[in-house]
């Protein structure tokens, strides 16, 4: 796993959206896995005026979400999905191109059979883009899944459901599960960015450059995959003794 350090949030969306570019422009029919949360909006934002100035040309990738809420619509303003579409897929104009989990499906497991093959038909994932949790999660794999894991129903834990509530002020109930690519899913991407940002993350990112692999850190599963960047901002790297 190679790690980069940068300065702070802006550095760090910076770079992430040059490497995404740059993977962009080497193969225009990149199949992605895609994050939601609070670290990766600014390195849309920069890919979406790289859109609107006519720098990237994103009409003909192959976009899939990492994970999604069990239970909650794709129309839902809460649902993984419409944060996608809000912040990537629809000002870049690749709304008929975004599958998604649909956290409604009225049998979660065939829709994560469906997903897998989705994937699958495309080619399998190019290029896998993951935030971290401070738990060491990546999409919705918490600690303890299997490093083979694939697309499937998972149980939230309750440091992902407190900070997760904390992009809600409506009040939102998070709920008590979701769906996610697995670990496995991840892994069988043909390249890995993984981003993070602030000293919330800092002691797990410590964790995962310096401990062996373990399922006690989904994350960490990570470093047996030949092709891994990761980039942090200086509040993130701050535990880890360089
Ligand atoms: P964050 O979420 O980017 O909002 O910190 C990351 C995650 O939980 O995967």
Redesign the pocket.
């Known amino acids: 796993m190679k790690v980069e350090v940068v300065a702070d949030y802006e550095a760090l969306s910076e770079r992430a959206a040059a490497f995404v570019l740059e993977k962009v422009v080497e193969q225009p029919e990149l199949v992605l896995a895609l994050?939601?949360?609070?670290?990766?909006?600014g390195m849309y934002k920069r890919l979406v005026k790289a859109h609107q100035e006519g720098r990237a040309d994103f009409s003909r990738l192959w976009p899939f979400a990492l994970d999604e809420y069990a239970n909650v619509a794709p129309q839902d303003e809460h649902s993984f999905g419409f944060f996608l579409h809000r912040h990537f897929i629809d000002p870049v104009g690749l709304t008929n191109r975004f599958d998604h989990l649909q956290g409604n499906a009225p049998d979660l497991v065939t829709e994560c059979a469906r997903y897998e093959a989705a994937i699958a038909a495309k080619g399998g994932l190019d290029l896998a883009i993951?935030?971290?949790?401070?738990n060491g999660?990546?999409?919705?794999n918490e600690p303890g899944t299997p490093f083979d894991s694939r697309t499937h129903v998972v149980s939230l834990a309750d440091s992902?459901r407190e900070?997760?509530a904390g992009?809600f002020p409506d009040g939102f109930r998070i709920p008590n599960e979701g769906i996610s690519m697995g670990i496995g899913t991840v892994l069988a991407a043909r390249e890995i960015l993984v981003?993070?940002?602030?000293k919330?993350?800092a002691p797990i990112v410590e964790r995962i450059i310096n401990e062996e692999p373990t399922t006690d850190i989904p994350a960490s599963a990570l470093k047996a995959h030949p092709n891994v960047l990761l980039i942090v901002d200086e509040e993130a790297a701050c535990v880890w003794k360089r």
Not at 35 to 41: A, E, L
Not at 130 to 134: E, N
């Open positions: 994050p939601t949360g609070n670290t990766p909006i993951l935030g971290l949790g401070v999660h990546i999409a919705f992902t900070a997760n992009y981003i993070a940002s602030g919330s993350k």
